[in-house]
């Protein structure tokens, strides 16, 4: 995939669609192109944040607690790991491949800075970030009204 391609790909992101493109073409420069086999983490719950990650091709799965249940699968234009960078904590979950997977890595000290230039950028994370926690919340309810049922 070409810089052109992955500028592309991050731009129907819509965490970055109000970026300029030049902007977004040092964004993907500066990023890490990775790819990933089936079963391969691309980090451990409880691991240092390192940065933001895109999937280009392929499916991973979002694991959580000591179970490692799984809480979510992430596709092609999915961002995952910012929460971690935000935050500045280790990371909250496990992320694993299924099946081959392409990815960028957006380094921290390239994410943060972008954050605090465009303000649109920071409303856009907050908004996946409160759609995230309204997901987990129905997920909880929906686990308690089975556990009572048992």
């Known amino acids: 995939m070409s810089l052109k391609e992955e500028v592309e790909v991050i731009k129907r992101i819509p965490l970055f669609s109000k970026v300029d493109p030049a902007r977004l073409k040092l964004l993907a420069f ?19 944040c390192d940065g933001a990650y895109v999937i280009l091709e392929g499916e991973a799965e979002v694991l959580a607690g000591e179970a490692q249940s799984l809480v979510a699968k992430l596709g092609p234009n999915d961002l995952f790991g910012e929460i971690g960078m935000i935050c500045n904590k280790p990371r909250s979950a496990s992320v694993r491949a299924l099946g081959a997977v392409t990815a960028l890595r957006i380094p921290t000290d390239v994410f943060m800075p972008m954050l605090t230039k465009f303000p649109e950028m920071a409303m856009e994370v907050t908004i996946e970030l409160a759609h995230r926690l309204e997901r987990t919340t129905q997920q909880l309810v929906e686990r308690t009204a089975e556990n009572a049922k048992q």
Request: glycine share 10%; net charge negative; aromatic share 22%.
């Open 30 to 48: 500066a990023s890490d192109r990775l790819t990933y086999a089936d079963g391969q983490f691309f980090f451990h719950s409880g691991d240092q």
